[in-house]
């Protein structure tokens, strides 16, 4: 379940569920997403990226929907193994923005053998 | 060659010291970021280099001085810091915006203590 607080929002999950992760963005001129997994003590690392001209992409293991209409982006994950713990973060970033990458809140991921 | 090396990993400093955080990569991109972490929060942006220009400067405090000597290399110079200024500095870099992909790859981070 998802419990949401002071702290990061948790995800658990059991062992080979698919999970969920959702993230809301705010800029209507964004055009470039990407999720990125952030295990501790290390730096985020690049999971999957969408464009605004697509509304799903697939990965090996992972799928990245978006739905421009609510701004709303979200991953899941296939066959959740213990190695998926680790915080998620949603990132956007505009065309013509200057480069400008923004982060979202981030969620943990969980998963219980 | 997907790798941004920061260094140090660790630094402790004086809020009287002057430090210098840096980062590397040799991937030809041309757009570098300095990002700042704390404790259960996201990357927030600092920086943003594009082709060795300052381009963004999200209001940071003039304590915190960046540097992109050339196309590889960022810097970070630091004086006078404080102790929330304590926190993860992540270095980024991507190919610049019109240049097709533009995701960031990260470095480990330096973890900064300031006492």
């Known amino acids: 379940g998802e419990s949401v607080g002071l702290h990061l929002p948790t995800l658990s999950v059991q062992e080979g569920d698919n999970s969920i992760i959702n993230c809301a963005y705010s800029?209507?001129?964004?055009?470039?997403f990407i999720w990125y997994k952030q295990e501790s003590g290390k730096g985020p690392q690049f999971i999957i990226d969408?464009?605004?001209?697509?509304d799903k992409r697939q990965g090996q293991r992972v799928t990245v929907l978006l739905n421009k209409t609510v701004k709303h982006l979200s991953l899941q994950i296939a066959a959740t193994q213990p190695g998926d713990s680790a915080v998620y973060f949603c990132a956007e970033k505009e065309l013509g923005g200057y480069n400008k990458l923004i982060f979202g809140a981030g969620t943990r991921l969980a998963v219980h053998p | 060659d997907t790798e941004v090396t920061q260094t140090p990993k660790h630094l402790v400093m004086g809020m009287t010291n002057k430090k210098s955080l840096k980062c590397e990569q040799h991937?030809?991109?041309?757009?570098m970021y300095w990002y700042k972490q704390k404790a259960k929060k996201p990357p927030e942006l600092m920086f943003v280099?594009?082709?060795?220009?300052?381009?963004i400067n999200e209001s940071v405090p003039s304590r915190f001085s960046p540097e992109c000597p050339n196309s590889s290399l960022l810097n970070l110079h630091l004086h006078a810091l404080q102790p929330e200024d304590s926190a993860l500095y992540l270095c980024?870099?991507?190919?610049?915006?019109?240049?097709?992909?533009?995701?960031?790859?990260f470095g480990q981070g330096t973890r900064l203590t300031v006492v």
């Open positions: 280099y594009s082709y060795e220009k300052l381009s």
């Open positions: 969408i464009r605004s001209n697509m």
């Open positions: 800029n209507s001129a964004s055009d470039y």
């Open positions: 991937m030809g991109h041309r757009a």
């Open positions: 980024a870099s991507s190919q610049a915006d019109s240049q097709g992909r533009r995701e960031a790859f």
